[in-house]
């Protein structure tokens, strides 16, 4: 029951349908449950939120993501079943938070100047909020100087930087530039991730973590945490 649910919402995100009225690349599926009344009925079922969450939506958009590639699916198709991960992650959310437990620490995620894909830095955003951190998501296109500014005002523990395109993943070394230039640099530990990142990419522009996906970005935060204050 379990694994049927999970591939029906994987099924669904490939299918871009957020709920049980939109029509999906296919034919006939108007009334079948979307992605949120999926979820929905996972939840209830106490399904596990990671399965949920690597088995329907993470295993869903990689799917996609290889239609894009191959040509078999459009900008609009992608869009979408972004839409659907998105509701999807909204649904989950209260559902990861810890409630009445102090925060860990506080994180400033981005994605960098010049890239507009923010897909995964809310997946990691919503899976640390999820693990007890307060989150200030600056959202996409984000110029050095206003991470600066924010890293400043908010003195955060940690900096999450994300860049999907191999012409942004360098804006991620320029961000960390930036804060040794402005004397933040010792002020905060920062972990970087997205597709085309390494964790030897990581290491060159002297990030402190790489995390391949939002579950591994969340257990580097915890590594590192446990060697600062743990919130400020
Ligand atoms: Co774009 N795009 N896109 N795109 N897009 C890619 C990245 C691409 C690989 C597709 C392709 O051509 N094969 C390609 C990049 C090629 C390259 O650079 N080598 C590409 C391109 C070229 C472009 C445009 C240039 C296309 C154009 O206009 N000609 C353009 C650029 C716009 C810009 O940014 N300036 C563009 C635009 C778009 C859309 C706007 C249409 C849309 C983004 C919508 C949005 O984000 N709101 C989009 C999408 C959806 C994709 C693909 C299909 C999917 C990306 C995604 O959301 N994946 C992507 C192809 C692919 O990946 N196969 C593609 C799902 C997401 C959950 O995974 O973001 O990798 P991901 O996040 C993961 C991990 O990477 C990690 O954890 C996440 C969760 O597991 N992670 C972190 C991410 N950030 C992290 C931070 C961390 C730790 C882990 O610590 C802080």
Do not use: C, W
Not at 3 to 19: C, D, F, P, S
């Amino acid at each position: 029951m379990t694994e049927a649910i999970i591939n029906l919402i994987r099924e669904n995100v490939i299918q871009g349908r957020v709920t049980q009225d939109d029509e999906g690349l296919e034919e006939g599926m108007v009334g079948q449950p979307g992605v949120t009344e999926l979820i929905e009925k996972a939840l209830a079922q106490g399904m596990d939120v990671r399965n949920i969450i690597s088995g329907g939506l993470t295993k869903g958009m990689d799917v996609v993501g290889q239609k894009f590639e191959t040509g078999e699916y459009y900008i609009p198709d992608m869009l979408a079943s972004a839409e659907a991960v998105g509701v999807a992650m909204e649904i989950l959310e209260p559902h990861l938070a810890k409630s009445g437990i102090k925060a860990k620490g506080k994180v400033i995620v981005a994605t960098v100047k010049g890239d507009l894909h923010d897909i995964g830095k809310n997946i990691v955003s919503i899976l640390l909020r999820g693990a007890g951190y307060t989150v200030k998501d600056l959202g996409n296109d984000i110029e050095p100087q206003v991470i600066i500014d924010a890293v400043r005002a908010e003195k955060p523990e940690f900096l999450g930087l994300s860049a999907l395109l191999t012409s942004t993943m360098m804006n991620m070394g320029d961000t960390i530039q930036a804060l040794t230039d402005s004397g933040l640099r010792d002020e905060v530990k920062i972990i970087v991730g997205g597709a085309p990142v390494s964790e030897e990419f990581a290491q060159s522009i002297g990030a402190d973590g790489y995390g391949a996906d939002g579950f591994q970005a969340v257990a580097i935060v915890e590594s590192l945490n446990s060697g600062t204050t743990g919130g400020k």
